[in-house]
C-alpha cells in the first residue's frame, strides 16, 4: 500500500525541511512531497494529516536492560516481546538487547531468547542483536554490576560459554587494561564484534592501546571509568580526545550533568555521541519499586534506580524520548534526532536503512509533537503501531523475576 503522510516539518540528517510529505510504500521511504495545496483540501485514508507534528527516524537504543517492571535478563522471549511493545511508544523503533554481568547460564539464555525474537520479528521496537555489558570489566568500577559474577577476560571461556551465540554480539563491553583484554579485543573485532571500553579504570594509554587494535565505543561516557584529571587524562580523557570512540550518553539529568553532556557533545562533535537509555526494569515504575540485579536490590526514587545496599546508581528509570527532549533543549531536535538515530544506525552499520528517512530507507518514524514534546505516533516498517497503555505487560514487585536462579 502506498500512501503519504503530512508533516509540518521532516528532521532527518541533522536537517529540518518544512511542510514535508513523506510517501511511503512496502515499508520504506520512496519519496518527499511538497504539500499539494490541492491534495491538501481532500486527505483522505490512507493518507495521514500529520500537520501538527514533525517527522523523526525511529530511535535506536543500544544500551537497554529492560524497562516497565520487565527484564531482559529473564531469557524470554515474553520478556523481550513486552519490553519491545513499550519502547516504540517512547519512540524507540530498533534496540539492542543488553544482558549484564551475571552467570553465564542466564546470559546464554536471554541471547538466545534476543536471537529468536530478532529471527521471528517483535511485536514493537525491531531487536537488532545484543550488548553485552560484561562480564569481563574491572571489579573497581563494577557500578551496579553484580560483583561476583565479573570474570577475567578470555577468549576460551567467552567461546566455550556462548558458542555461535557469538554472532548475536554487536557490541560487548569490557576493561581493556584487564590481563587477557587486548587478546580478547583482537579476537571480537576479528569476529565483527564492536568493542566498547567501559566499567574499566584504564589510563589514557591503556585506551590508546585498545584504539589501536579495533576499540571503536565507549559505554556511558563519565559513569564507571576513570574520571579526568590534568596529569591524568584517564579513561574520559581518551573518549574526549580520540575521535575512533564513538562515546555513550545517558542524557538523564541524572547520570550527567547537563553541563557534561554538552561538554561531550562540544568535544567529539555531534557525529561522535550516540544517547542511550540504560533503562532498567524500573523504566515507567512508580516511587518506591524495587527490583534485583542478580540478588542487589535496587529500588526507584526520585527518577533514578539506586542500589539499596550502596545508593548508588543502578541503571536508568528513562527512555530514549527523555534523551531526545533534552538533548534538544541544548542542541535543537536536529541534532537531538542525530544522537539518537542516525548515529547509533551509523554505529551498527544500518546507516542507510535505519536511523534516517532519505528515500530507500525503512519506514522507521516518529510523529512528534513539538507542543508537548512527546511522542504521538510511532510507525515501524511503514506499520503504525498500537501504542499499548504504560500498564501492559508491568510486572509488580513481587512477581518480577530478575533473581538468582
Known amino acids: ?189 576479528a569476529q565483527g564484534v564492536i568493542v566498547s571500553v567501559g566499567h574499566t579504570d584504564a589510563t589514557y594509554e591503556e585506551v590508546q592501546r585498545a584504539v589501536e587494535l579495533g576499540a571503536r565505543h565507549a559505554t556511558h561516557t563519565f559513569n564507571a571509568m576513570r574520571p579526568f584529571q590534568h596529569r591524568d587524562p584517564g579513561t574520559v580523557g581518551a573518549v574526549l580526545t580520540m575521535p575512533e570512540l564513538t562515546a555513550e550518553i545517558i542524557w538523564d539529568h541524572v547520570h550527567t550533568h547537563p553541563a557534561a553532556a554538552e561538554l561531550l557533545v562540544h568535544a567529539k562533535g555531534a557525529e561522535g555521541v550516540i544517547c542511550v537509555s540504560d533503562g532498567t526494569t524500573g523504566v515507567g515504575m512508580p516511587d518506591g519499586y524495587e527490583f534485583e540485579l542478580w540478588g542487589h536490590r535496587a529500588v526507584v526514587r526520585e527518577n533514578a534506580a539506586r542500589m539499596v545496599e550502596t545508593g548508588g546508581l543502578a541503571g536508568s528509570t528513562i527512555a530514549m524520548d527523555t534523551c531526545l527532549r533534552l538533548c534538544a533543549q541544548a542542541f535543537g531536535l536536529e541534532t537531538a534526532s542525530l544522537l539518537c538515530a542516525a548515529n547509533p544506525a551509523r554505529a551498527l552499520g544500518y546507516e542507510c536503512q535505519l536511523g534516517t528517512l532519505r528515500p530507500s530507507a525503512q519506514a522507521d518514524i516518529i510523529l512528534w509533537d513539538p507542543a508537548t514534546q512527546q511522542v504521538a505516533q510511532v510507525f515501524v516498517a511503514g506499520v503504525r503501531q498500537n501504542l499499548v497503555s504504560p500498564s501492559a505487560g508491568i510486572e509488580s514487585p513481587a512477581t518480577n523475576r530478575n533473581t538468582q536462579s
Open 1 to 189: 500500500m502506498r500512501y503519504r503522510i503530512y508533516c509540518d516539518a521532516l528532521v532527518t540528517d541533522g536537517q529540518r525541511y518544512r511542510q514535508r510529505a513523506l510517501v511511503i510504500e512496502q515499508g520504506r521511504v520512496v519519496a518527499w512531497e511538497p504539500y499539494d495545496p490541492a491534495r491538501l483540501a481532500r486527505i483522505e485514508p490512507p493518507d495521514i494529516d500529520a500537520r501538527g507534528y514533525i517527522a523523526l527516524p525511529g530511535m535506536i537504543d543500544i544500551h537497554v536492560h529492560g524497562g516497565f517492571g520487565r527484564d531482559m535478563m529473564e531469557g524470554t522471549t515474553n520478556a523481550i516481546q513486552a519490553i519491545a511493545r513499550q519502547l516504540v511508544r517512547h519512540g524507540v523503533t530498533a534496540f539492542l538487547v543488553t544482558p549484564l554481568t551475571a552467570p553465564w547460564h542466564a546470559i546464554r539464555q536471554c541471547i538466545a531468547a534476543a536471537r529468536e525474537v530478532r529471527t521471528h520479528g517483535a511485536d514493537g521496537a525491531r531487536v537488532l542483536g545484543c550488548h553485552l555489558e560484561g562480564p569481563f570489566i574491572n571489579p573497581q568500577r563494577a557500578g551496579a554490576q553484580p560483583p561476583e559474577y565479573i570474570r577475567p577476560p578470555s577468549v576460551r571461556e567467552l567461546e566455550a560459554e556462548l558458542g555461535e551465540l557469538i554472532s548475536e554480539l554487536r557490541i560487548i563491553t569490557l576493561a581493556p587494561e584487564l590481563d587477557g583484554a587486548l587478546e580478547l579485543i583482537r579476537y571480537l573485532v
